[in-house]
């Protein structure tokens, strides 16, 4: 078997029913269609995510499909679907995400050049989303200098292994790399094992410049509170630069020019007007070193609007796209 495509579900079986049949109908396009598994861990849904699975596996599609017993969580249930699979590379795949008409093919080649990592671009919004600059093809991470510049050609933090549906990653790279146990039910569990891996391995990258899937719009605990998200990012930076990179300052430069790329200026406004004085005060140093100024991160009483008015305009985005 040379790919599995893994799916963490939950309560998505509207957006499961078009992935499994874009991916079906690619499959069954392919030469030797047995090349390719589907691998979905289902926490714990409650709604028809099992009869929809049944009724692909009745189509012929490879699934191996187990239902948690109980909500795992995020960071739990990709690592079950990993575990499960049997193919030499996994394809992470979110479950309201869907692989570009001829994806999988383009993974299945990349695949035979030997790669440890292949990271491909994105499509959100009908607008394409490159992950890496001035990176053609294949790059070898072998020592600290490949990483930093690796790092310096990200655009965004879903370039640093985030959005799990732009990763295939060798198997036997993730079952090698050990992570603390307390890391395994992490939301961004799979970064942060493929970057303890990256520290501790010689790797080779595949980057795909052309998008290989297509996001979805569904908000998840994260994404739906400015916040939240904000804050999660912020603290798994911080954690790689002084865990993983041993406070290396350079790296932890190099985050903090990232992070400043995707939460610009109303961003951070959005994320300061939806944060307690307490907490924003803890971070308002490292964000400062980041490259803001004190005014943006200086909490006012005008906040609530502020906050307020972020929701409106996401609500009416959520509407124009829909």
Not at 41 to 59: A, H, P, Q, R
Request: one cysteine or more; proline letters at 3%; glycine letters at 4%.
């Amino acid at each position: 078997m040379l790919l599995s495509i893994c799916i963490p579900t939950f309560n998505r079986a509207h957006t499961l029913r078009p992935l499994l049949a874009a991916i079906k109908d690619e499959i069954f396009e392919l030469k030797n269609n047995d090349r390719v598994e589907i691998v979905i861990s289902d926490n714990c849904s409650e709604d028809d995510t099992e009869t929809i699975v049944k009724s692909f596996i009745l189509t012929g599609l490879i699934i191996i499909y187990y239902k948690q017993s109980t909500n795992v969580g995020f960071g739990n249930n990709l690592t079950r679907a990993i575990s499960l699979a049997n193919g030499r590379h996994c394809w992470m795949m979110g479950s309201d995400d869907i692989p570009i008409n001829g994806a999988i093919g383009k993974v299945l080649k990349e695949i035979s050049s030997g790669a440890d990592i292949i990271l491909g671009a994105v499509l959100t919004n009908k607008v394409v989303r490159p992950l890496l600059n001035n990176i053609e093809n294949e790059v070898k991470l072998t020592n600290l200098i490949d990483l930093k510049n690796f790092l310096n050609n990200c655009t965004e933090i879903s370039s640093l292994f985030a959005f799990i549906s732009s990763i295939i990653i060798r198997k036997e790279f993730w079952d090698q790399t050990k992570i603390p146990e307390n890391l395994v039910s992490h939301p961004y569990t799979h970064l942060l094992r493929i970057f303890t891996g990256l520290s501790e391995n010689n790797i080779i990258l595949r980057y795909v410049a052309s998008p290989i899937v297509v996001t979805g719009i569904e908000e998840n605990e994260w994404n739906a509170q400015v916040f939240k998200h904000f804050e999660l990012d912020f603290y798994t930076l911080i954690y790689l630069a002084d865990n993983i990179f041993d406070g290396e300052k350079e790296i932890r430069a190099i985050f903090g020019r990232i992070f400043k790329k995707q939460y610009g200026s109303t961003k951070v406004l959005c994320a300061r007007s939806n944060c307690d004085q307490a907490t924003w005060i803890k971070m308002s140093p490292v964000l400062e070193s980041w490259g803001y100024g004190k005014q943006i991160l200086r909490k006012t009483p005008f906040d609530p609007l502020i906050f307020n008015t972020y929701i409106c305009i996401k609500k009416l985005k959520k509407w124009i796209f829909k």
